[in-house]
């Protein structure tokens, strides 16, 4: 069934004259606003001042730095040299290929950021972001299945999808089940914690988001298919560029979870701009 759901699916939500919006760069945005409704939610609840300009400078920082960071992420990570060879093709339209990993640097620059110009603690900055941000993962991955991209290994399961792209073989639907950890399951965490009162001390929720995310992205990446012009790294049959700049993340969200609880820093202090 789930096969036959894909092959209806269009990678272009609709058009507006000679232009075509597809479903990715859709999910992007409306990724990014249902984060800022979310941090102004919890920036309430966590009674820190944050008000709608603030939340602006913060979005636009970050949705920056995240598109910024996604495609020099992928450039270095897995273009295996090729943007090196054909640099104009790092800006040719439309844009293809884009990675979390430099993503979340890309935003973790723009929170940075944010944080100098508005003078606010960055660490509850991160927190915030932490708790928001599997919405637009979530969003993203199920872009990458209608996309009909970073599909899994060869299945015969019930809800095997034959992706064209990959051959005849039924696959593993990994961007679905990427969506649904990365996505709902750690958003599902994350908030739960997050309606804690008080709530948990500075870098908890950003340590708790390093840890499940590492831990949920490394699982897929077990049955997920490698990119084709990078293959299994080291001589292995099962370890992915994936999991290799996964790794880092468990390990410094479990330090980072570690000190954040030792130090029991309160989200506390107003975050306003400075007249």
């Not at 919006?21 to 859709?26: C, D, I, K």
């Not at 606010?120 to 209608?146: E, H, M, Q, W």
């Not at 979870?257 to 701009?273: D, F, M």
């Amino acid at each position: 069934m789930l096969n036959e759901v894909y092959q209806r699916l269009d990678p272009v939500a609709f058009k507006v004259g000679p232009v075509s919006v597809q479903w990715y760069g859709l999910f992007y945005i409306i990724g990014f606003l249902l984060a800022a409704l979310l941090v102004s939610r919890l920036a309430r609840r966590w009674e820190i001042a944050f008000d709608w300009d603030s939340i602006l400078t913060m979005l636009i920082a970050c949705m920056l730095g995240a598109i910024a960071g996604g495609r020099i992420g992928y450039i270095l990570f897995y273009g295996n040299g090729y943007y090196f060879e054909h640099p104009e093709k790092i800006l040719a339209f439309p844009i293809s290929g884009m990675s979390y990993h430099g993503g979340m640097i890309g935003l973790a620059v723009g929170l940075v950021v944010t944080s100098r110009v508005l003078k606010v603690p960055l660490l509850s900055l991160g927190d915030l972001a932490s708790v928001s941000t599997p919405i637009g993962l979530g969003l993203v991955r199920v872009a990458n299945f209608i996309n009909g991209e970073l599909w899994g290994s060869a299945t015969d399961l019930p809800w095997g999808v034959v992706f064209e792209a990959a051959g005849p073989l039924p696959r593993h639907p990994s961007q679905l089940y990427e969506a649904f950890l990365e996505g709902a399951v750690l958003l599902a965490v994350l908030y739960a914690l997050a309606r804690r009162k008080p709530p948990l001390p500075q870098g908890s929720y950003f340590g708790v988001y390093l840890i499940g995310y590492g831990v949920f992205r490394i699982a897929v990446e077990f049955i997920r298919q490698p990119d084709a012009q990078i293959g299994y790294l080291l001589g292995t049959t099962w370890l992915t560029m994936g999991m290799l700049l996964t790794l880092p993340m468990v390990l410094g969200g479990i330090v980072m979870l570690y000190v954040a609880l030792k130090r029991n820093e309160p989200q506390r202090g107003q975050l306003v701009q400075e007249d």
